[in-house]
């Protein structure tokens, strides 16, 4: 279970609240690793990632089930954190970052390893599909513009708020990278090896600056844990059980699937808070200490939740 992968994230985890400590890095250190994610990393996977889909998709029902889970998730988490909102009273800098962190999983760089320690290389297509279609999409238009619309910073009450808002969208790097990609691939760009190879290094640095960034703002001190324990507390008890019992309830009990494929959507709708989601809720004023507690406990977590879960569909009924 612990390859390559898992070990970066511990690894760049413990690196960014070492260097924390040391003190030998600025306080804004954080902010600005995740200025670079937003601005540079994130664009330069979209741009990789997004031809890659168009080239070779072909639409059919059977990517329904993966591909809408990371959808549906979303909206879910939406409608949760705002009825939680009316009830708690909770802030909105609280509730933003509830929802991008709990309303998207780390379908990839967590997702692939676990998936395939579980159910072995022939599962890994299926969660290509959850990942690409279904979260980094996810992230990159829905998630982009539930962030914009409700950041604490923003007010968008009358026409010209309206019109900074489109404009807001239109211009964040990753979503504006997103509608790059289509004519990146059009015009056969995308498949310039020198390109491709230039992207592939910048869009490297994403996981393990995101993740020093984490590590860095990580605060597990008696006192942060005292005061966001409840947020973060509910956060994970939606994405790690709540998320996965409803795609279970959705995809076996309302449409009767119990394939191998329906098994792995459901294991990856199980998986941590997505890390650039963290990115993204600190980089619009949401909470970033709840973000970064949704991330740094919601991954260790999630290495035993998700067998668990495991365990449980294959014992009613899926197949394993």
């Known amino acids: 279970m612990f390859n390559s992968n898992l070990i970066l994230i511990f690894t760049c985890l413990i690196l960014g609240a070492t260097l924390k400590r040391t003190g030998r890095l600025p306080a804004q250190t954080a902010t600005v690793l995740n200025a670079f994610v937003i601005w540079v990393s994130l664009p330069a996977l979209v741009l990789l990632e997004i031809p890659k889909l168009l080239e070779h998709t072909r639409w059919s029902t059977e990517l329904l089930v993966p591909v809408s889970m990371a959808w549906l998730l979303f909206a879910f988490s939406v409608a949760t954190f ?16 509830l929802t991008l962190t709990a309303g998207l999983g780390n379908t990839s760089f967590v997702g692939f390893p676990l998936i395939e320690s579980l159910h072995g290389k022939e599962a890994i297509p299926t969660a290509v ?16 513009l539930y962030a914009i619309r409700h950041t604490p910073h923003g007010r968008h009450s009358d026409y ?15 979503f504006a990278a997103m509608l790059f990609a289509i004519l990146f691939w059009k015009t056969g760009l995308s498949t310039n090896e020198e390109l491709r190879t230039l992207l592939e290094r910048l869009a490297s640095t994403l996981v393990p600056l995101a993740l020093i960034a984490v590590g860095f703002q990580l605060r597990l001190a008696p006192s942060s844990l005292r005061m966001h324990w409840r947020a973060v507390g509910f956060g994970l008890a939606f994405k790690l059980l709540a998320a996965p019992l409803l795609m279970t309830l959705l995809y076996r009990f309302a449409f009767g699937s119990q394939s191998l494929a329906t098994q792995i959507t459901i294991l990856e709708s199980a998986m941590a808070p997505m890390i650039t989601a963290g990115v993204v809720a600190e980089e619009f004023g949401f909470d970033r200490e709840v973000a970064s507690l949704m991330i740094g406990i919601g991954i260790p977590l999630s290495l035993i939740t998700v067998p668990l879960w495991n365990t449980v569909l294959t014992a009613i009924g899926f197949t394993a």
């Not at 599909?129 to 982009?144: N, R």
């Not at 010209?160 to 990753?174: D, E, G, M, Y």
């Open 160 to 174: 010209h708020a309206r019109q900074n808002l489109l404009k807001n969208v239109f211009t964040f790097p990753p």
């Open 82 to 97: 705002l009825v939680i909102k009316k009830i708690k009273n909770w802030s909105s800098q609280t509730i933003g970052a």
């Open 129 to 144: 599909l959850c990942d690409q279609l279904g979260s980094f999409l996810a992230l990159s238009s829905v998630g982009i």
